[in-house]
């Protein structure tokens, strides 16, 4: 078996740390060369390009991107979809000339239509349009998918979109406003168990269904597809698990000790109503997560405890 030198754009992200995590055990790889922001600026093409030409990995991992909750997206819409269509297209075509070295693209499940039937296929894929709160974002990650798909039938690259679920775990951004769900209600139902608050506030209605995956469990599927010939270039990556809003406050409220009420507030946005993938096509290869929802929050409310400022 050919062990793979790796290449990791974003390695200091929340999927990047991961990344170094799992794939620093496995036996597929010969080395890591983890990249931040501080080595590589990936909005200037000549730097990318650069650090391309000087590492010379088997393969790119592509887990850099400027990420968000609802609130995030919906209010710095033309740094979502500008910021982000640079660092893929940098990346991408960084690589052309480089055919001989694979690229593992992680996207979001964002991309799929509001109205795509669940559980949602790959083959949903542009199909009718895109939930209106993360539109921009998510047009970014398609535009790195189709790119990806032309360089692979124009040069001959090798490259796999990955499409995960809602990804949460040791190492997120906790900001009350612009991070994702669990961690945004991690820290802020934490805030008001230290203030003794009598209620606490849920954005929206509650009931929106959420799917869920542990950060490690991604990383997991990355290292068990390294060495696959798998003829797709787009696979889903869930747990097949989804839980409302509500529910989830519920568990949070639960793990981190908090004795109030919980309230609603209708006047921000649900966003999507429901959104659940599908992941048989890799399930169906054999792999599968290992980490269940309420242990993966207890895992993050640790960490988010023992570093928080």
Same mark, same amino acid.
């Given at each position: 078996?050919?062990?793979?030198?790796?290449?990791?754009?974003?390695?200091?992200?929340?999927?990047?740390?991961?990344?170094?995590?799992?794939?620093?055990?496995?036996?597929?790889?010969?080395?890591?060369?983890?990249?931040?922001?501080?080595?590589?600026?990936?909005?200037?093409?000549?730097?990318?390009?650069?650090?391309?030409?000087?590492?010379?990995?088997?393969?790119?991992?592509?887990?850099?991107?400027?990420?968000?909750?609802?609130?995030?997206?919906?209010?710095?819409?033309?740094?979502?979809?500008?910021?982000?269509?640079?660092?893929?297209?940098?990346?991408?075509?960084?690589?052309?000339?480089?055919?001989?070295?694979?690229?593992?693209?992680?996207?979001?499940?964002?991309?799929?239509?509001?109205?795509?039937?669940?559980?949602?296929?790959?083959?949903?894929?542009?199909?009718?349009?895109?939930?209106?709160?993360?539109?921009?974002?998510? +047009?970014?990650?398609?535009?790195? &998918? *189709?790119?990806?798909?032309?360089?692979? #039938?124009? @040069?001959?690259?090798?490259?796999? $979109?990955?499409?995960?679920?809602?990804?949460?775990?040791?190492?997120?951004?906790?900001?009350?406003?612009?991070?994702?769900?669990?961690?945004?209600?991690?820290?802020?139902?934490?805030?008001?168990?230290?203030?003794?608050?009598?209620?606490?506030?849920?954005?929206?209605?509650?009931?929106?269904?959420?799917?869920?995956?542990?950060?490690?469990?991604?990383?997991?599927?990355?290292?068990?597809?390294?060495?696959?010939?798998?003829?797709?270039?787009?696979?889903?990556?869930?747990?097949?698990?989804?839980?409302?809003?509500?529910?989830?406050?519920?568990?949070?409220?639960?793990?981190?000790?908090?004795?109030?009420?919980?309230?609603?507030?209708?006047?921000?946005?649900?966003?999507?109503?429901?959104?659940?993938?599908?992941?048989?096509?890799?399930?169906? +290869?054999?792999?599968?997560?290992? &980490? *269940?929802?309420?242990?993966?929050?207890? #895992?993050? @409310?640790?960490?988010?405890?023992? $570093?928080?400022?």
């Amino acid at each position: 078996m050919d062990k793979k030198k790796v290449l990791i754009f974003g390695s200091n992200g929340l999927v990047g740390k991961s990344l170094n995590r799992v794939l620093a055990k496995s036996q597929k790889i010969s080395e890591i060369v983890p990249s931040t922001r501080n080595d590589t600026n990936l909005f200037s093409f000549d730097e990318t390009k650069k650090t391309i030409e000087k590492i010379k990995p088997d393969l790119i991992i592509n887990a850099a991107a400027k990420v968000g909750g609802i609130h995030a997206n919906n209010t710095l819409r033309s740094d979502f979809i500008i910021e982000n269509l640079k660092i893929n297209m940098n990346i991408l075509e960084a690589c052309i000339g480089y055919e001989e070295i694979e690229i593992i693209n992680l996207g979001s499940s964002c991309i799929y239509p509001l109205n795509a039937e669940n559980p949602i296929k790959e083959e949903s894929l542009l199909t009718g349009k895109l939930e209106p709160t993360n539109s921009p974002y998510a +047009l970014a990650k398609i535009t790195a &998918i *189709e790119i990806g798909k032309s360089l692979r #039938l124009q @040069y001959g690259h090798k490259i796999l $979109n990955l499409m995960p679920t809602n990804l949460y775990g040791p190492g997120d951004n906790f900001s009350e406003t612009e991070s994702h769900v669990i961690p945004g209600l991690i820290a802020r139902m934490h805030k008001a168990k230290e203030l003794n608050q009598e209620t606490f506030s849920i954005w929206g209605s509650g009931h929106p269904l959420r799917e869920f995956l542990y950060v490690d469990d991604l990383s997991y599927a990355i290292e068990f597809l390294l060495n696959k010939d798998i003829d797709e270039d787009l696979l889903n990556i869930g747990s097949g698990v989804e839980i409302s809003i509500l529910e989830l406050s519920q568990l949070i409220k639960k793990i981190i000790g908090y004795d109030g009420d919980l309230t609603f507030d209708k006047s921000m946005p649900d966003g999507n109503p429901r959104k659940l993938i599908d992941s048989s096509k890799i399930m169906n +290869l054999g792999w599968k997560p290992k &980490i *269940e929802l309420e242990e993966g929050i207890q #895992l993050s @409310y640790e960490w988010f405890y023992e $570093n928080k400022t």
